[in-house]
């Protein structure tokens, strides 16, 4: 099982970019996929959630800019981020809270992360 993040990248203040994640593997379900974002000299912190039944949230500094959504069909979840802020540059992180398909009717729960996608955002 793994995630493939893209659409990190250079963009100016007051910009716009769109992250997606897919997940990919022998997957039976997955509850929450989210966003977590990690800046120079600082520790790990969630971005935003969503749970495969829809509830979202998001951290205090990103609400009103930022905005994550799933297709559960695709196993994907995407963080539209408007408004960004030098303050948003990190690397930012996909994760899943899975069951993975072991054998057949054997499944394991796992936590999974992505590679890392950096964000810039400066003029």
């Known amino acids: 099982v793994q995630l493939v993040e893209s659409g990190g990248g250079l963009v100016q203040p007051g910009g716009s970019l769109r992250l997606s994640c897919a997940a990919s593997g022998s997957i039976f379900s997955i509850n929450a996929m989210g966003w977590y974002r990690q800046a120079p000299g600082k520790e790990r912190e969630l971005v935003a959630a969503a749970t495969s039944g829809g509830s979202t949230n998001y951290a205090d500094s990103v609400k009103g800019r930022f905005t994550i959504s799933r297709d559960n069909a695709k196993n994907t979840v995407y963080l539209q981020m408007n408004s960004l802020k030098p303050e948003d540059t990190a690397v930012y992180y996909c994760?899943?809270?899975?069951?993975?398909?072991?054998?057949?009717?054997?499944?394991?729960?796992?936590?999974?992360w992505g590679q890392g996608t950096l964000v810039t955002v400066s003029s």
């Open positions: 994760n899943a809270d899975l069951r993975a398909i072991v054998a057949f009717g054997v499944y394991r729960s796992l936590e999974v």
